[in-house]
């Protein structure tokens, strides 16, 4: 079985760039799936005004299905392609099995089944205004959007979606503060990973 690996936190708390440095250089032997990956999709509500911070906008029975066939290594594990910009799924893409699976969002884990499907729940700790400023960032730069549509979206939807997903906090089994940096917890995981992967290595 491979080990799973939940790591959640409020949007903008570091929570991607966190999987990808953990998973760096083992690309091959760890898989990171996204919450972004199983949005249903708005239909036909204006994307403006849908809530897409909001547990109801996911398709939770299919990450429940995702994380146990990562888990048991089973095949084919089929994950949705969903595309932001038009707000829809367009295909599905077959994941491979890894012997470590990072499991990535900040809504998800507010549904007990996902967080009993994990091995471990990981939380990264951020400050909400510092979340915010890295959002809008992010969002500027990545996904074409400007200041109003970013601001207008957090104070309707993304702010109570950050308080929900700071109630996880106490059930997560380790809490990474990640202010500044979290450099040092995540060589200690990377260690950790590693030594995981060692020991699958020399079982095969």
Same mark, same amino acid.
């Given at each position: 079985?491979? #080990?799973?690996? $939940? =790591?959640? $936190?409020?949007? $903008?708390? $570091?929570?991607s760039r966190l999987c990808s440095l953990l998973a760096e250089g083992h690309e091959e032997r760890i898989?990171?799936?996204?919450? &972004?990956?199983f949005y249903n999709g708005c239909g036909s509500i204006d994307p403006d005004v849908y809530n897409f911070? &909001? /547990?109801?906008? /996911? !398709?939770? +029975?299919? *990450?429940?299905? @995702? *994380?146990h066939n990562c888990?048991?290594?089973?095949?084919?594990? +089929? *994950?949705p392609v969903y595309d932001h910009s038009q707000h829809k799924r367009t295909g599905y893409r077959n994941l491979d099995p890894t012997h470590v699976v990072l499991v990535e969002g900040h809504?998800?884990?507010? %549904?007990? @089944?996902?967080?009993? @499907? =994990? !091995?471990? /729940?990981?939380?990264? %700790?951020?400050?909400?205004d510092i979340a915010i400023v890295r959002r809008l960032k992010r969002d500027i730069a990545e996904r074409g959007r400007n200041v109003n549509e970013v601001t207008s979206r957090y104070m309707r939807h993304v702010r109570q979606a950050s308080l929900?997903?700071?109630e996880i906090r106490s059930k997560a089994d380790f809490v990474i503060p990640n202010n500044n940096s979290f450099t040092?917890?995540?060589?200690? #995981?990377?260690?950790?990973i590693e030594s995981v992967l060692d020991r699958k290595s020399a079982k095969q």
């Amino acid at each position: 079985m491979a #080990l799973v690996i $939940g =790591v959640t $936190g409020i949007s $903008g708390s $570091g929570k991607s760039r966190l999987c990808s440095l953990l998973a760096e250089g083992h690309e091959e032997r760890i898989t990171v799936l996204c919450q &972004d990956s199983f949005y249903n999709g708005c239909g036909s509500i204006d994307p403006d005004v849908y809530n897409f911070d &909001d /547990l109801s906008s /996911l !398709d939770v +029975e299919s *990450i429940k299905l @995702a *994380i146990h066939n990562c888990k048991n290594r089973q095949q084919p594990n +089929e *994950i949705p392609v969903y595309d932001h910009s038009q707000h829809k799924r367009t295909g599905y893409r077959n994941l491979d099995p890894t012997h470590v699976v990072l499991v990535e969002g900040h809504m998800m884990f507010q %549904d007990p @089944a996902i967080r009993d @499907a =994990v !091995d471990y /729940l990981l939380f990264v %700790d951020t400050d909400m205004d510092i979340a915010i400023v890295r959002r809008l960032k992010r969002d500027i730069a990545e996904r074409g959007r400007n200041v109003n549509e970013v601001t207008s979206r957090y104070m309707r939807h993304v702010r109570q979606a950050s308080l929900k997903t700071l109630e996880i906090r106490s059930k997560a089994d380790f809490v990474i503060p990640n202010n500044n940096s979290f450099t040092n917890a995540a060589n200690l #995981l990377q260690y950790y990973i590693e030594s995981v992967l060692d020991r699958k290595s020399a079982k095969q």
